[in-house]
């Protein structure tokens, strides 16, 4: 097993609310992580970590690490456009922009441009029509929405269904080419048939990316991850293999929690 | 007595659809009683013509040039101004005492008599800036009257668009300027565009702060920079009604700059209005 993710003494701070309380944690590679626990557990605020979205939180305060590929991106020194590039992120409530199919997609790779060296020097370029066109198809067939979308993609983003539009959200992240992908609970606002096909697709992701996903639903934790973090109140309780944590867990707090009697 | 429940509904209906036909009934009998009073002497000539004879006789050509002139000062300083104020105060001001501080004094000056914006362009434009009786001292003041206006109306807009879609920008690895470019500014420009409507038409519709900072109350020419004195559409009516050597034969003069005043503005607002659908459709949510 090879890690993504560590953490290290993880602390989050909203003003004067301690939200998490020290966390350490190894998530592995190519694996499917779920972060399951009560709401206002600390679970959103973890992941938002990884790809420092609490930066945009006014008077919210993280110490400890966070290693991604030997580097600590909570550093100062990190430029936090590189981090959210190699870590991506997918939303709750599916949040296409109000541009057309392609343009949500293309929408990451024309920020990034291509990184090309030359002579020893990197350059940056546009993406040419046709690379955009093959990043595009591409990320949307990854993200199993190609047959759906292949002859609207020039219709608005935002006239998709609920989970189409998900998917798409999606395809948007894989477009720019990350390692990980953070999914804060993106099936809450779906229906069984859309959450069905999302699920699909995380385990099928797993073969390419790091998946952590934050989740109130422990059916779906049980479905489809390989590893189960349970948060209570800001404190990492356990972690282990998803069976063991849902048949044997070791705390009994967790045993409270996923038997339903608490939380 | 008690009504039924149901003759209530139909009483309270009533009431509301009455209000809203009053609106527009209003807007009719404006338009219709200055049209009667100046189709007459509206024509091609009146529009193109210098006015002659203590306006009596002639056109109004140079009145329509300055008011026009005018508004086209108020969109090149108060929009810009106004719009960056805007993403300052919501994007990076949103919730700070500085911010608080900002909105409240917005709001403050919105309530401002513009007579009283007329003062301030007197004495800070056209005597202690030395700019004088002149176009620029005008647009300057027109300007600084519509900016809460514009402020108000663009921070709406901009507060509009979700926070989702700025967090989505974010997680592709935008950078907060990139942010508002390419997603909070095209999706709140709708808004915006109401917010220039209602600054533009208003700058085009003062009369008061004009009287102090530069308007001429007849001139045979166009002002020739930005420091000359001018006519305006709104002043000439109020000059036609009030200060005219002979006002009942000048009467229809008055109705008529009324009208093109009236048309002028609206035909801005049509400009503005059909700008605004065809956003709303390019960014539909």
């Given at each position: ?34 972060i399951i626990g009560p709401s206002?557990?600390?679970k ?48 709750q ?92 609970e993106?099936c809450s ?25 934050v989740t109130h639903s422990m059916q779906q934790a ?41 939380g | ?285």
């Amino acid at each position: 097993m090879t890690t993504a993710i560590h953490t290290e003494d993880l602390h989050v701070y909203f003003e004067k609310n301690h939200a998490l309380k020290g966390v350490n944690m190894d998530i592995e590679m190519n694996k499917i992580t779920a972060i399951i626990g009560p709401s206002g557990c600390g679970k959103s605020t973890f992941i938002r970590c990884i790809n420092r979205m609490n930066d945009l939180i006014p008077g919210c305060t993280v110490k400890g690490k966070v290693m991604v590929d030997g580097e600590d991106v909570n550093d100062d020194d990190v430029d936090v456009v590189d981090v959210r590039k190699r870590i991506g992120m997918v939303f709750q409530k599916p949040n296409p922009f109000p541009k057309s199919i392609y343009e949500n997609v293309a929408y990451g790779p024309r920020l990034h441009g291509v990184a090309e060296t030359i002579d020893g020097k990197v350059r940056r370029r546009k993406h040419t029509k046709k690379e955009l066109d093959e990043i595009v198809e591409h990320s949307i067939r990854r993200a199993a929405l190609w047959d759906e979308v292949k002859d609207r993609l020039d219709k608005s983003g935002t006239s998709l269904s609920g989970g189409q539009q998900q998917r798409l959200c999606i395809a948007r992240t894989l477009a720019v080419g990350p390692e990980i992908i953070l999914f804060d609970e993106p099936c809450s606002a779906l229906d069984p048939i859309a959450t069905a096909k999302i699920e699909d697709l995380l385990v099928d992701l797993k073969k390419d990316y790091t998946v952590v996903i934050v989740t109130h639903s422990m059916q779906q934790a049980s479905r489809i991850s390989d590893r189960t973090a349970f948060f209570y109140l800001g404190d990492l309780i356990e972690m282990g293999d998803t069976k063991q944590i849902f048949e044997k867990p070791s705390k009994e707090l967790t045993e409270q929690y996923i038997t339903g009697r608490m939380g | 007595m008690m009504l039924s429940r149901k003759a209530t509904e139909v009483a309270v209906f009533s009431l509301f659809r009455g209000c809203a036909v009053l609106v527009v009934l209003a807007l009719l009998v404006l338009v219709g009683y200055i049209a009667t009073g100046g189709l007459e002497r509206l024509s091609i000539e009146f529009l193109t013509d210098m006015p002659r004879r203590a306006n009596t006789q002639g056109g109004i050509f140079p009145a329509i040039v300055g008011t026009f002139y005018l508004m086209l000062i108020v969109l090149s300083i108060s929009v810009p101004i106004g719009v960056m104020s805007a993403i300052y105060l919501v994007e990076y001001q949103q919730n700070s005492l500085m911010g608080r501080v900002f909105r409240l004094a917005v709001y403050n000056l919105a309530g401002v008599p513009s007579i009283v914006y007329g003062l301030l362009g007197l004495g800070i434009f056209v005597a202690y800036l030395g700019l004088g009786f002149s176009l620029i001292s005008a647009g300057l003041t027109l300007s600084i009257m519509t900016l809460p206006l514009m402020i108000s109306s663009a921070r709406e807009a901009i507060a509009a668009v979700p926070s989702t879609v700025r967090e989505a920008s974010y997680a592709l690895g935008a950078t907060k300027w990139q942010t508002i470019w390419h997603h909070v500014l095209p999706y709140a420009l709708p808004g915006i565009f109401t917010g220039i409507i209602l600054s533009v038409s208003r700058a085009a519709g003062e009369t008061a702060p004009l009287m102090l900072t530069g308007v001429a109350m007849s001139l045979q020419r166009l002002p020739d920079s930005f420091f000359d004195s001018f006519m305006a559409l709104p002043y000439h009516v109020f000059y036609m009604a009030t200060q005219s050597s002979n006002l009942l034969a000048t009467r229809p003069i008055q109705y008529a700059t009324a009208l093109v005043l009236l048309l002028l503005v609206l035909g801005m607002n049509l400009f503005a209005i059909v700008l605004r659908k065809r956003y709303r459709d390019k960014y539909r949510w």
